[in-house]
C-alpha cells in the first residue's frame, strides 16, 4: 500500500539526461541496463530518448566514460550468460526427473527374468 504523505520529486539535471542517452545509445548496451545502473526506471530513460528525438535534450558532444562504457557490455554479456545457464540447469533437473523415473518404474523382477533365460 502507497505510503500517505507528498510524493518525492527527483529533478534531473539536462547533462545528467543527456549522458543518460548517450550511454543507452550505444551499440551492445541495453535500455534496462543503462536505466538499472543509474537507478531510474526505464520508463524515464525511454521518455528521454523521445525528447532526444525530437530535439528537446542535446546529445552530440556529451562525454561519455569509457569505463561505464565497459561496464555496461560486461554487465550485459553477465545478463545472458546466467540466463543460459538458468536454462541449462532447467534441462538437467529434468533430466535427471526423467531418468529417476525410469528407474523407478524398471521392477527388479523384470531384469531377474532377462538373467536367468540366457
Known sequence: MA??????TYRYSREFKATAVRLSQLPGVA???????????????????????????MTKGV????????????????????EQLKVEHDLLKKAIAFTSELRANDSPSSSATRTRTR
Open 63 to 82: 562525454a561519455v566514460d569509457k569505463e561505464v562504457v565497459a561496464e555496461l557490455k560486461a554487465l550485459r554479456k553477465v545478463k545472458k550468460a546466467y
Open 3 to 8: 505510503q500517505p504523505g507528498p510524493r518525492t
Open 31 to 57: 535500455v534496462g541496463d543503462v536505466a538499472e545502473s543509474l537507478y531510474i526506471h526505464p520508463f524515464m530513460l525511454s521518455l528521454w530518448r523521445k525528447q532526444a528525438r525530437e530535439g528537446l535534450i
